[in-house]
């Protein structure tokens, strides 16, 4: 089992940052690649990007340039720094995580975090 708490969201005007973060417990070690996804008000979950346990990482189209991820395997935290914030990443950002031990394997989700952008 892992538990996966998100932090970090709140209200920015558009052009600002935030950055979110998600701290993970548990079987930590069992974690393997992470990610951040987001949904907004009347939409579908879309991911966001992602991270391998090795560092290799992959972006929406929509935030190349402007999100970051990034993971501290020591504090078992994952990062996500988001610069230059539209009106459009409006939505609750959730923190995944695969995990996998053995023949073990799961998708766990965080509670979310609402980041609001203002124009």
């Known amino acids: 089992q892992v538990q996966l708490v998100e932090s970090g969201g709140g209200l920015v005007q558009a052009g600002g940052s935030l950055r979110l973060s998600c701290a993970a417990s548990?079987?930590?070690?069992?974690?393997?690649?992470m990610g951040w996804y987001r949904q907004a008000p009347g939409k579908g979950r879309e991911l966001v990007a992602a991270i391998t346990s090795g560092g290799s990482t992959n972006y929406a189209d929509s935030v190349k340039g402007r999100f970051t991820i990034s993971r501290d395997n020591a504090k078992n935290t994952l990062y996500l720094q988001m610069n230059s914030l539209k009106p459009e990443d409006t939505a609750v950002y959730y923190c995944n995580a695969f995990v996998g031990c053995g023949s073990y394997y799961s998708y766990y989700w965080g509670q979310g975090t609402q980041v609001t952008v203002s124009s």
């Open positions: 548990g079987d930590t070690i069992c974690i393997s690649a």
